[in-house]
């Protein structure tokens, strides 16, 4: 059930005990996730994130749902950032639990101190070069600010961890169920012992 069919339920109780409330009504719900971008709630065995479908860093359409069943870490990266020698790390984490069912999803993004100017062609070309990546590499997206990406914004308003991206490489994990389960500061390492050992315990649930 989403934030908004829970609020359907909560208020309509409130105007049963005569509080002074106008109940929501299904097409009140459907009507504000369609403004916020959410994803259909058709199929409510779904989690909402595998609703979204973005452009990899060559422009091809990718489906979140394909990584259903997968643990994910998701990433606001850039290139010219006190941060992004992170990059390193975030390749060390993937290669050392890829095989378990581990997938980094990396969003670059040029919404703080303009440190990702560059073209999507820039981007993949400085981080298969110097980094070496092998991780998903996503379109440059914003994730701040009237540009937000309708995936941001779900991350950021319905999650179970609101609050706005605060800086590049702010991280979010995510369950095998789709479940957003952990937030991380951005400078935070992704190889510190808090964050290995939430990945290992996703890892490990079935």
């Known amino acids: ?3 908004y069919s829970k ?3 909560f208020l309509s109780g409130l105007a049963l005990f005569g509080v002074g409330l106008s109940p929501l009504t299904e097409s009140d719900v459907n009507a504000r996730e369609k403004q916020l971008n959410v994803p259909s709630r058709a199929g409510a065995s779904m989690a909402p994130l595998y609703g979204f479908r973005l452009p990899d860093i060559d422009g091809r359409p990718v489906d979140l749902k394909t990584f259903k069943g997968k643990v994910l870490l998701i990433v606001n990266t850039a ?4 941060n992004t020698p992170q990059y390193a790390g975030l390749q060390e984490m993937y290669e050392r639990y890829q095989e378990r069912g581990f ?3 990396a969003f670059p993004a040029n919404d703080f101190g303009q440190q990702e100017p560059g073209t999507n ?5 400085f981080c298969y070069t110097k980094y070496s990546i092998s991780f998903p590499l996503f379109s440059k997206i914003s994730v701040v600010g009237k540009e937000t990406h309708p995936l941001y914004r779900y ?5 179970a961890f609101p609050g706005r991206v605060t800086w590049n490489f702010q991280k979010y994990l995510v369950d095998r169920s789709g479940n957003v389960i952990g937030k991380y500061d951005p400078g935070m390492n992704p190889l510190s012992p808090a964050i290995l050992a939430d990945v290992e315990k996703a890892l490990a649930a079935s």
């Not at 062609?121 to 070309?125: F, L, S, T, Y």
């Open 7 to 9: 609020a359907f339920f």
């Open 1 to 3: 059930m989403t934030l």
């Open 103 to 105: 997938e980094i999803l």
């Open 155 to 159: 991350l950021t308003e319905q999650s």
């Open 121 to 125: 062609e820039d981007i993949k070309g």
């Open 79 to 82: 290139s010219m950032c006190g």
